[in-house]
């Protein structure tokens, strides 16, 4: 999937108390973590857990520290903190094949009052394209992976993600 992205787009750390965006996170995309910040809050289903309301600019910090690269989905949506809460909550930590996708699709779909058919990222960004939900994209450390103002996202397969989730739980119980 391609985003439309310029290298000058570099998110501002300025804007992190009000940011409002899908975060995709990882060192490859292949495939990336998913998360959403609302109002500068930061919420994630991970195989470890579930992370709610964490300010983001700590979330950041620990992706530097990690070396991640990330890509910011800009979204014109007015969320209730206390959905969101409870949307990340019911979902829980990722096992028995959930993903870190369908907590944040809920949340928007909520928000919104409409439905995407959509499994993976790659198939949900253009939807919120389309919508005008997704107004626009940032990034952090994609500069040397921008070519011609885009970005090209790798998709992946529900077993690679599954995989992923997996590994991360078989390394936390060593």
Do not use: W
């Not at 993903?99 to 499994?119: M, Q, R, S, W």
């Amino acid at each position: 999937m391609i985003i439309d992205v310029k290298r000058s787009q570099r998110i501002s750390e300025a804007s992190f108390d009000s940011l409002n965006a899908i975060v995709l996170s990882g060192r490859d995309f292949s495939p990336p973590h998913i998360g959403l910040v609302v109002s500068g809050q930061y919420f994630s289903c991970t195989a470890k857990g579930v992370k709610l309301g964490i300010p983001f600019p700590l979330m950041f910090q620990t992706f530097k520290r990690k070396k991640f690269k990330l890509i910011f989905a800009h979204l014109n949506v007015t969320f209730s903190q206390k959905d969101v809460v409870k949307e990340f909550t019911d979902y829980g930590k990722l096992e028995s094949g959930k993903t870190c996708l369908f907590p944040v699709k809920n949340t928007i779909e909520h928000a919104t009052d409409k439905t995407f058919k959509a499994g993976f990222v790659f198939e949900l960004l253009p939807l919120l394209k389309k919508e005008e939900i997704l107004t626009h994209y940032s990034h952090y450390r994609l500069e040397e992976s921008i070519v011609a103002d885009s970005f090209n996202l790798p998709t992946y397969s529900s077993k690679e993600i599954q995989t992923c989730i997996n590994e991360i739980q078989l390394a936390d119980e060593k």
